[in-house]
């Protein structure tokens, strides 16, 4: 018996990407990932189910979740809290499960700092090429603009720079494809492979 | 307009292992991979075609190639030279193609040397998976023989030091799959999308 930890893998992204649509095709379909839950201090919309869509929580649970460091990341957003509690994961984890968070690129930047042997994906909108392509292609727009919409493409970029892989997001279909491939290629990581060989055959040795 | 390097794919492995098969398989389905023809002095076996299965060449000719640095990798089985031309596969990647070697370990090293950029894919055999496993759950050998059989499997696994990533080849058409999203997920890595974007926009800037 090999004991082999699970991986996880961050799905992040500009906010208005589509990351909850790649993850729900991409549970629709059969996977052997586990998706984390987030938990949330705003109240259920209609035909959300606590457990299922979110672990709704009162704000003083919540704060004691982050209190007792029982968080992987959090943050506000319009006065509720919104974060991914560390038990789950880290359960999953030792159990040799693969887990799957779907974050806004703040909680990213924390998850990163706590498990920097994550997998972190970057799925961007293809407006970013096309703005890319827009921007060097054509020559009609003024000076200015085309300096500031460089600037918030530079802007995108530099997140980038946090992840491991860049999806663009120009079919839901595509892009589930994309990170099944990434999930799949992830376990043939040659450190990965060796790792679990040497140490069991280190083991056999003692 | 970015320009864009192609890949390099290198498929190795013990001999064997059924790196022939994996490959066949691969270039029978819809691939964009450009297949590197390898080069020989051996003499065409029946139904073999020149430019197809092997560039077949003389002695002289192969070794003026050496000579002439025109090789990323050679070497010499039962007296005969096989090896890989360079001029095919820098124009390939030049023109943004991807290309896909399937060679034999010794060869695999020397293309490491000139393309350290290159995708490693080591192919092993279910089979040492399985030596692995007996090894170390059944006590029923002897000491030596289980000794020895570590080295052997410690040798292989030294081997796959210098890969990117391991597939088993328990199944033809899943280490085929296997292979398929390695290409599209090392397609996504942040470096190569990254440096893309910062090209085009570098670009614009000038």
Redesign the interface.
């Known amino acids: 018996?090999i004991d082999k930890k699970g991986i996880l893998f961050i799905l992040s992204g500009p906010s208005g990407v589509g990351k909850g649509t790649v993850r729900k095709s991409l549970f629709e379909k059969d996977t052997d990932l586990k998706y984390s839950i987030s938990m949330t201090t705003r109240p259920p919309r209609e035909g959300e189910v606590d457990g299922v869509d979110y672990f709704f929580k009162t704000k003083e649970d919540f704060e004691q979740m982050i209190a007792d460091k029982g968080m992987i990341e959090y943050a506000q957003y319009v006065g509720n809290y919104y974060g991914t509690p560390k038990a789950y994961v880290e359960e999953q984890l030792e159990a040799g499960n693969d887990v799957f968070l779907e974050i806004e690129v703040q909680g990213a930047l924390q998850v990163k700092e706590n498990f920097p042997e994550g997998v972190f994906?970057?799925l961007i909108p293809p407006s970013l090429e096309d703005l890319?392509n827009r921007?060097?292609?054509r020559g009609t727009e003024t000076e200015d603009l085309?300096h500031s919409r460089?600037q918030a493409?530079?802007e995108e970029?530099e997140m980038?720079?946090y992840?491991?892989?860049?999806?663009v997001n120009d079919q839901v279909d595509r892009a589930v494809?994309?990170v099944?491939?990434?999930v799949?290629?992830?376990h043939?990581?040659?450190e990965r492979?060796?790792f679990e060989?040497?140490k069991?055959?280190e083991?056999?040795?003692k």
Chains 1, 2 share one sequence.
């Not at 992840?163 to 999806?167: A, F, H, Q, R, S």
């Open positions: 018996m994906v970057f890319k921007i060097i292609n085309v460089l493409a530079k970029i980038m720079d992840y491991d892989y860049v999806v494809q994309t099944q491939s990434i799949k290629s992830e043939c990581k040659r492979v060796a060989y040497k069991a055959l083991r056999d040795e």
